[in-house]
């Protein structure tokens, strides 16, 4: 199984980002998907999630602002991340949870400046 996450980059507060984690080897439209950010020092914290059936769930901090989506013909999960802050940063992972098992992505880099 793999995950590959992209879309990560320099941006300024208040622009947008769109991540997106591709998977591969997995039944993607049974598993449950999540983005989880985590910064120096910190654990790894939930940011948003979608179930195979489609029902979402956003961090009190990031909601209004964020949106999670998939596409299981292309077994994709999206975060659109818009009105971005600075403390939006940090590396985002993507994980996906299957009815056996849980994966992880290797994380992109995301940076908002003041």
């Known amino acids: 199984v793999q995950l590959q996450a992209s879309g990560g980059g320099l941006v300024q507060a208040g622009g947008s980002l769109r991540l997106s984690c591709a998977a591969s080897?997995?039944?993607?439209?049974?598993?449950?998907m999540g983005w989880y950010r985590q910064t120096p020092g910190n654990e790894r914290e939930l940011v948003a999630s979608?179930?195979?059936?489609?029902?979402?769930d956003y961090a009190d901090s990031v909601k209004g602002r964020f949106t999670i989506s998939r596409d299981n013909a292309k077994t994709t999960v999206y975060l659109q991340m818009d009105s971005l802050k600075p403390e939006d940063t940090g590396r985002y992972y993507c994980?996906?949870?299957?009815?056996?098992?849980?994966?992880w992505g290797q994380g992109t880099l995301v940076t908002v400046s003041s």
């Open positions: 994980k996906g949870l299957t009815p056996s098992s849980s994966y």
């Open positions: 080897g997995m039944i993607f439209r049974t598993a449950d």
């Open positions: 979608i179930t195979s059936g489609g029902t979402t």
